[in-house]
């Protein structure tokens, strides 16, 4: 690109011509190669989100690869730049005007051409690093169309609500946990949904992050790789206490996230909370509860809701 | 406009700017809620805390207004707020006294004692202060949908504490509930549990987990999203 | 199309076919200005409030909450109509209904002189414009200072000097004063008071809806700031429902300021369009137009399409509230999601019209600063017209994780690289127009440079967040708000603070103080950047947007922000000082060209006169013809006779109509 930049400046007529675009050129390919070794050998090992689960993995190669595009062109610009302000400075004395340089056709369809390629090949490569690790970690909605392969999925589903997130595990009787915890090296589909407003159910070193909608079943995936801690934050604005609604999740062995899930959901049973759950479903709607008791239906309340709406109507949130 | 006019109406201006921002930030923009201390209660590494909940507030332009209200430990009087502070490493007795009736949470795991010493709480019912109905109970699951049993939650979350205030004995609330807060006497609940302050100093926010902000949607706003009603820092302080 | 006009004649033909006549002599507490509209305000304040709790006495919600949003909501809209009406607005509406003579534009500014006339219903859009200047100026001041509340919060994850309701409302206030009123503060001040001058016109062709464009701002300011005195509203300038339905009375102010703005907005955008379509002078053909006229029309392209979904969408939340509809509540048939997506099909093109005058605005000043033609004059305008045409499809990417159907994710994804190309022809143009140029780094120059630095990052940052498997980690983080800031503060409000410094001489005949100039700029760009360029580690290392507890870990970063934006801060502070130094008590003259400008506007006096040129001028070339030989000089301001017909027949172009 910057090549043509040469052919396309008029000398000034009795001036040795130096060759901009060629100093250009070669500051920029210096400039750039440092850039990209740094950012491929000491930047990407460290790059968020990190490397704990499959979707983190793939999150961190993308940016990497984006940071490894970005990079000379920003060099580019900034080269091009800083080489105008240092040459092409107006000298004290000198009133002309520069040459009328209007336009150049050649240079434009290349730039126009290059760029083109570059979005294009970007937008091909983050196709194709969205499908590959079963959505990357995205919310897809309820109807997910890249799903991990294999049969052993983990469901768990997040209940996000005014201001606390809570998790259900239906595979263990439908038991609900305040603290998220996770077998390593098994996919999991988390099942995003929530009782109230728009939350967003984001576990940073998982690098999952999946709206929590009221009425809506969100559903992204991933599969831990390494056991740890893992920072589960709300990144959607829910009201007063948006920014205290985070927790800490744990991935753990395989043989110790059944001990723990069964002992739960023991303990949820001998204490009844298990039957004082609603059953498990995708989505729930606090406003209208079956299993109300008949003293409270006696009391005239049916469901949780906020009378916000008249009693006339058939339900009241 | 000569220069000096021009010099004094700037001079003016910058003054009315300043003094509208000061306005906004002393006014608006501070907490004017009252932090009951309990620091100096405490002994012996134990100190008791007393909390109550009204089905309404006489505190505040919303009077239809669910809210807490902080027993202050010197004169015993009730201050509606909802901050308080409490030393660190001590163990908490918390006793909040439940005046308001019964609403289904939405989350029906709130029912679920949490995060309490023994993983458990006493309840007694009171057909006024100073007349008990029935002997106190140990519980630890209290269910919100199976019965108009609790009223509210006291939860704090980043200790893991969930705690489901149990309602007075709906026949007592029906018939004389307390229509005047703070409340001194009607039909109420005794919640006692205890737990352990952390061995570090912060805030912690505490909250109810119970939609019972009547007139709005899903009933969390109002007094739910409103500090000095249902929710309110605990200071963990030295 | 060009305007046909008897050159000579020095009589204006009259305004529509009614009687035309000069105003009544009255004192000036009689006529309608700034004193009656606030009581005009206050009074219709009051039949709204009472209005509305008229209509909603028997509502179940009142008793339960003791809150009732639709007197509040009346009231506010009642009492900008009476503020309008106070202001006097309608009066020449009643005039030409009556059959009373109705004064014309230009006769309003030989008649009124001096500060007053900046506090009238004024029709003269040079008068509009320094208004505009003033007014946004003082709510970018305003919006700073809850941006400085923000950062003081941030200083400390633990500690909080705020409680969190006050901080959500800062946060809230900041977020929605910026990016509601911003809309319009490169095409209020700069779009209305020199772009009839840029075209050889003696004014715009709506003046009064240009006026009132500008009136509804301040009404606008004043009903979102006081939604302080009521606990703010918790939602961000976003207002994603249900939680704005859930939201206690704040909220009613945001979702009215909104509104307002939106229509004060598609006013300005519509009138844009019309006078540079219709009030061209001869010879001002579309290739000579100059590059900030043409980001003017694109953008009021974007204003007047996008901007009435979101007052559609602002409207069926006001529904929600008040009269409990149920548009976005699932329970009951409605969508979360609709919220969203009529909000952000308004709010991609909304930054778009933000960062595209800035483009047209650095366009305009690097030839006259490097003594060369625009390169690319054509690239340059394909790039404006393909971003305002491709910012309409590109809105879901705000929407990626939020459960959209997966298969739209690639769609937008690509849609959204696309638009990088045609951003990027602003570089392009740049490039070019440097290559062996003879900068002058001059203040105004210095920020367009700064403009081409920050933007430069801020695009490329969107290049990160347009990539779904990168936004699963920096969408509704610190990513996305380093992203914003630097393409909006980084992008528009830069070019602002270059072109006032370029064009204040112009506008008032003032010159603005050189050395103060440099400071500002140099304090403002290297505390800008220190500010911003951390923010994308401390979004990239978990924490998420609007919140006032984060990560220990991050306290450093998060210190060393704030520390910055208070200085950033003071930097802007060097600005105002410098506009009031220079404005009000320095008032050194500035006459004539001080920057050589070709451009038609420098082609007559500082300030320009009533009336801006004597006669049409006929346009002989384009303003960025520096280094040709023999150019002809940028238009003739004194045509005779028979030139302008000439300039018809080699135009090419059948003329038709008469001025009006």
């Known amino acids: 690109m910057a090549e043509s930049q040469a052919a396309a400046a008029p000398a000034a007529p009795g001036e040795k011509e130096t060759n901009h675009g060629l100093r250009i050129a070669l500051i920029w390919v210096v400039l750039a190669l440092v850039a990209d070794l740094l950012i491929w050998f000491l930047w990407y090992p460290h790059l968020p989100p990190g490397r704990m689960s499959e979707s983190a993995e793939h999150q961190q190669f993308d940016i990497a690869v984006l940071a490894l595009a970005a990079a000379p062109v920003m060099i580019f610009v900034w080269t091009y730049f800083g080489y105008t302000l240092v040459n092409w400075r107006h000298r004290d004395g000198d009133d002309d005007d520069g040459p009328p340089l209007f336009g150049h056709t050649g240079i434009q369809a290349t730039w126009i051409g290059g760029t083109a390629v570059i979005v294009l090949a970007a937008f091909v490569f983050g196709t194709v690093e969205l499908i590959v690790p079963a959505g990357a970690g995205a919310g897809e909605g309820p109807n997910p169309v890249w799903k991990p392969s294999g049969s052993n999925l983990l469901q768990v589903q997040v209940i996000g609500q005014q201001w606390q997130f809570t998790y259900r595990y239906p595979q263990f009787g439908g038991m609900e946990t305040t603290q998220l915890v996770l077998p390593v090296n098994r996919p999991v589909a988390f099942h995003v949904t929530s009782l109230d407003v728009i939350h967003s159910f984001w576990a940073y070193q998982l690098a999952v992050k999946a709206d929590a909608n009221p009425g809506v079943d969100n559903v992204a995936y991933t599969t831990p790789k ?64 079956p299993q109300m008791g008949k003293v409270l239906i006696a009391n005239g309340i049916t469901g949780a809701g906020g009378y916000y709406y008249p009693s006339s109507d058939p339900v009241t949130p | ?97 439940g005046y308001d009736g019964c609403t289904p949470a939405r989350n029906n795991f709130w029912s679920l004692v949490q995060g309490t010493i023994g993983n458990s709480m006493t309840v007694q019912q009171f057909k006024t202060v100073g007349q008990p109905v029935g002997p106190a109970q140990r519980a630890s699951v209290r269910n919100t949908w199976s019965d108009c049993s609790v009223g509210h939650t006291f939860a704090i979350p980043s200790l893991h504490l969930y705690v489901p205030i149990a309602s007075p004995v709906t026949a007592l609330f029906n018939k004389d509930g307390c229509t005047d807060s703070p409340c001194t006497e009607g039909p109420h609940s005794m919640v006692k549990f205890s737990f352990m302050t952390p061995k570090n100093t912060g805030t912690f926010r505490w909250q109810c987990f119970i939609p019972c902000g009547g007139g709005f949607l899903d009933g969390n706003g109002g007094p739910m999203q409103t500090l000095g009603y249902m929710m309110g820092n605990m200071e963990v302080a030295a | 199309m060009s305007i046909e006009i008897e050159p000579g004649t020095t009589a204006q033909e009259p305004a529509g076919s009614g009687p035309v006549g000069p105003r009544l002599a009255r004192p000036w507490w009689m006529r309608p200005a700034l004193h009656t509209g606030i009581i005009g305000a206050v009074i219709g304040y009051f039949i709204g409030h009472w209005l509305g709790n008229f209509l909603s006495w028997n509502y179940g919600r009142n008793g339960l909450s003791d809150m009732n949003d639709f007197p509040l909501v009346l009231g506010y809209v009642i009492a900008v109509v009476g503020f309008l009406a106070g202001m006097g607005v309608f009066n020449d509406l009643g005039r030409q209904v009556l059959g009373k003579p109705v004064p014309v534009a230009e006769e309003e500014e030989e008649a009124f002189g001096g500060v007053a006339r900046y506090f009238r219903y004024s029709l003269d859009h040079k008068v509009v414009g320094i208004q505009y200047l003033v007014g946004m100026i003082i709510y970018f001041c305003t919006a700073g200072l809850f941006a400085m509340a923000i950062r003081t919060e941030l200083l400390s994850p633990t500690y909080h000097i705020m409680s969190a309701s006050s901080y959500l409302m800062v946060v809230s206030e900041h977020g929605t004063m910026m990016m509601m009123l911003m809309t319009s503060v490169v095409l209020g001040p700069f779009g209305n008071f020199l772009m009839p001058l840029m075209i050889g016109s003696k004014r715009m062709a709506f003046p009064r809806l240009e006026a009132l464009a500008f009136w509804l701002t301040p009404a606008a300011f004043l009903v979102l700031l006081s939604s302080v005195l009521v606990g703010g509203f918790p939602t961000g300038w976003t207002g994603y429902a249900p939680l704005s339905v859930q939201a206690t009375q704040g909220m009613d102010a945001y979702a009215v300021a909104f509104g307002l703005m939106g229509i004060s907005v598609i006013l300005a955008g519509f009138n844009i369009i019309v006078t540079v379509i219709n009030y061209r002078a001869p010879g001002m053909r579309w290739s000579r137009l100059p590059m900030f006229v043409w980001s003017m029309v694109t953008v009021s392209f974007l204003m007047v399409l996008a901007t009435p979904v979101l007052v559609g969408g602002l409207y069926l939340l006001i529904l929600d509230r008040t009269v409990e509809t149920s548009n976005y509540v699932n329970q009951l048939g409605g969508s979360s999601y609709l919220y969203e997506n009529l909000f952000w099909f308004f709010g991609h093109p909304e930054v778009y019209i933000l960062a595209l005058p800035g483009f047209g605005i650095v366009s305009e000043i690097i030839p006259v600063f490097c003594r060369k033609p625009l390169f690319g004059y054509r690239v340059a305008g394909a790039g404006m017209i393909g971003v305002a045409l491709l910012s309409f499809f590109v809105w879901q990417h705000h929407l990626f994780v939020s459960g959209i159907n997966p298969e739209m994710r690639p769609l937008f994804m690509l849609t959204t690289e696309l638009i990088s190309i045609p951003t990027g022809f602003i570089y392009l143009v740049a490039m070019g127009t440097f290559w062996k140029a003879k900068m002058r780094l001059t203040v105004p120059m210095l920020f367009a440079l700064g403009l081409y630095f920050n933007f430069l990052i801020g695009g490329i940052s969107g290049v990160f967040l347009s990539d779904v498997p990168a936004d699963t980690t920096e969408h509704g983080s610190f990513f996305v708000m380093a992203h914003f800031h630097y393409t909006i503060m980084g992008g528009i409000i830069f070019a602002f603070m270059g072109a006032c410094y370029y064009w204040l001489p112009k506008m008032v005949g003032i010159k603005l103080n050189q050395k103060l100039g440099y400071l500002h700029f140099w304090t403002m760009f290297i505390f800008f950047n220190s500010t911003f360029l951390p923010l994308f580690a401390v979004g990239m290392l978990g924490q998420p947007r609007r919140v006032f507890e ?110 009006a």
């Not at chain 1, 723990?260 to 479903?281: D, F, M």
């Open chain 1, 226 to 289: 390494h056991t740890g801690g893992f920072t589960v934050r709300c990144s959607e604005l829910c009201g007063i206490w948006h920014g205290a609604m985070f927790d800490y999740g744990r991935v753990i062995t395989p043989a110790a996230f059944q001990v723990w899930a069964k002992t739960n959901e023991q303990i949820q049973r001998q204490k009844g909370v298990l039957a004082a759950l609603p059953p498990y479903a995708l989505t729930y709607d606090p406003t209208v509860i």
């Open chain 3, 550 to 659: 984060y990560a220990r870990n991050l306290q450093g970063l998060n210190d060393w922000v704030s520390i910055s934006s208070f200085l950033l801060g003071g930097s802007i502070l060097i600005f105002v000082i410098n506009v009031i130094w220079s404005t009000v008590i320095v008032r050194e003259r500035e006459v004539g060209n001080p920057w050589n400008s070709r451009g038609l506007e420098w082609q007559v006096a500082s300030p320009p006169p009533p009336g801006n040129f004597e006669h049409i001028p006929v346009v002989l070339s384009g303003p960025y013809d520096y280094g040709v030989k023999d150019a002809p000089a940028v238009a003739d301001l004194n045509p005779p006779v028979g030139v302008v017909s000439a300039a018809y027949a080699s135009a090419g172009t059948a003329s038709t109509g008469v001025e």
């Open chain 2, 1 to 97: 406009m000569s220069l000096p006019a021009r010099i004094v109406t700037l001079l003016v201006a910058f003054a009315a700017v300043v003094a509208g921002a000061v306005f906004i930030v002393v006014h608006y923009l501070g907490s004017s809620l009252e932090v009951v201390n309990y620091t100096s209660a405490a002994s012996g590494g134990v100190v008791n805390v007393v909390l109550q909940e009204d089905p309404q507030n006489n505190s505040s332009s919303k009077p239809d207004w669910v809210s807490y209200y902080v027993q202050d430990p010197k004169t015993k009087a009730w201050v509606h707020t909802t901050l308080f502070t409490v030393p660190k490493n001590t163990r908490v007795n918390m006793t909040i006294l």
